[in-house]
Structure formats: structure tokens, C-alpha cells
């Protein structure tokens, strides 16, 4: 498979996997939590998290890493893992797709 089939499938994967972890929780959801569930599901929790197992930072400390670009190691970390679709304030080049 070449990359960007596997990275696609991925993609699908996690949005998958992000739908049925939401369905399953009852009550408030923490957007840390969450992401943990859904990276562990996929096995990959502990690749992505810079802070090792049982811990992960919440997506809005993920959005801050990215739009305030005052952490450039954490930030260089995350962008293995995650695509930034749009920056704040900036316009979308291209229509969204499942999963962004």
C-alpha cells in the first residue's frame, strides 16, 4: 500500500473509532480523555503522546501547540501525527473531508 492509502485508512479508522467511543460515553466528555480512548483503540496512544502512557494532552492544549507555535518541539512532535486543515484567522485552501 503506498503512504497516502495507508494514511488514509488511518484516517477512516480514527474517525470510526472517534464516532463510537462519543456513542458510548454517557454524560460530559473531556476532550483529553477522549483522544486517549480513541489512540488507544487504535494503539497508537502512546506513539502520540509526548508525555507517556496514561497521559495526553486535551485537544485544545493540541489547537494551542499549533495556533500559538510557542512550543516549536511539542509542536514538531505533533505534526507526525496531525494535519493542520486551517490556522486561525487564515482561510481553507480546499473543502474539508471526513475526518479534518
Known amino acids: 500500500m503506498r ?5 488514509n485508512k488511518l484516517s477512516a479508522n480514527l474517525v470510526n473509532l472517534s464516532d463510537e467511543t462519543i456513542s458510548a460515553v454517557k454524560g460530559t466528555r473531556v476532550s ?3 483522544l486517549s480512548q480513541v489512540l ?3 494503539g497508537i496512544a502512546e506513539t502520540v503522546s509526548p508525555l507517556g502512557v496514561g ?3 486535551s485537544a ?11 512550543n516549536l518541539a511539542l ?3 505533533y505534526e507526525q501525527f496531525f494535519e493542520v486543515v486551517a490556522l486561525p484567522g487564515s482561510r481553507l485552501d480546499e473543502p474539508l473531508h471526513g475526518g479534518d
Open 55 to 57: 497521559s495526553f494532552l
Open 75 to 77: 509542536q514538531r512532535h
Open 3 to 7: 503512504r497516502a492509502e495507508v494514511e
Open 32 to 34: 483529553g480523555a477522549l
Open 60 to 70: 485544545a492544549e493540541i489547537f494551542d501547540t499549533f495556533a500559538t507555535g510557542r
Open 40 to 42: 488507544s483503540k487504535a
